[in-house]
């Protein structure tokens, strides 16, 4: 989750723990200070209260890409420098 927030240029406006909040960049909050978005890197979770979007740390790439959850998972392999797990399960 980290990684991809960091792909994302993404900054907190607040910390408490593992719970991040700042503005969204699915629906792209209008205010820089805005914490409609909260995200759990402990859970790898994340969720807006502006536009309602959740899920885990791919839904996000996903969404933020505007990419299927497949293709959102070999982008964020390969700009962060992750062997992509393509062999095996994802193997087609
Ligand atoms: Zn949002």
Redesign the pocket.
Known sequence: MRRILELMDWQEVTCHGDQLRGP?P??KSSSERSR??SVNLNKNAYH?F??G?KGNQLDLASEYFGLSLYQAAREVCQRTGIEVPIRGAFRR
């Open positions: 969204c699915i629906h409609s978005f807006c502006g536009c979007s």
